[in-house]
C-alpha cells in the first residue's frame, strides 16, 4: 500500500506508476520496495482449535456474568479486536455450565 506524499490518500497501481485518486499526484513504482510490503492476498485463515478435550483450569478466565441460555453466573471470556483499530474491543463470553457463548459489544 502507498500513500500520496501530497495529500496523504492511498495510492492505487497503475502500470509502473502509483497514482493518486485524490489529488492526481504521480509517483513511480519501486518494485524493490514493494516486495518488501506486506499484504494479505494468500494469507490462510486462522484455524479453528477444539477445546472439547481441555480442562476447566485450562481454558482461561473466567469472570461473574449471568448465560442468557441457562442462567448461570460464571463464563469464560477473551477480548478480540474484530473492528477498526479506533473502535472497542468485543468480549466474547462462554458459560462454564452449558458452554452457551456470546458476545458483548460496547455501544
Not at 13 to 40: H, I, P, Q
Not at 64 to 82: L, V
Not at 88 to 100: D, N, P, W, Y
Amino acid at each position: 500500500m502507498q500513500f500520496c506524499d501530497e495529500c496523504g490518500s492511498m495510492m492505487k497501481a497503475e502500470g509502473d506508476k502509483w497514482v493518486c485518486g485524490s489529488c492526481d499526484y504521480e509517483e513511480l513504482r519501486d518494485e524493490a520496495k514493494e516486495a518488501a510490503m506486506v499484504t494479505t492476498q494468500g494469507q490462510e485463515e486462522s484455524e479453528v482449535i477444539d477445546t472439547s478435550e481441555v480442562s476447566a483450569e485450562d481454558m482461561g478466565p473466567t469472570t461473574e456474568t449471568r448465560c442468557p441460555e441457562c442462567g448461570h453466573d460464571r463464563a469464560f471470556w477473551e477480548m478480540k479486536q474484530i473492528r477498526s483499530a479506533d473502535e472497542s474491543e468485543t468480549r466474547f463470553f462462554t458459560c462454564t455450565e452449558c458452554e452457551h457463548k456470546w458476545r458483548e459489544d460496547d455501544h
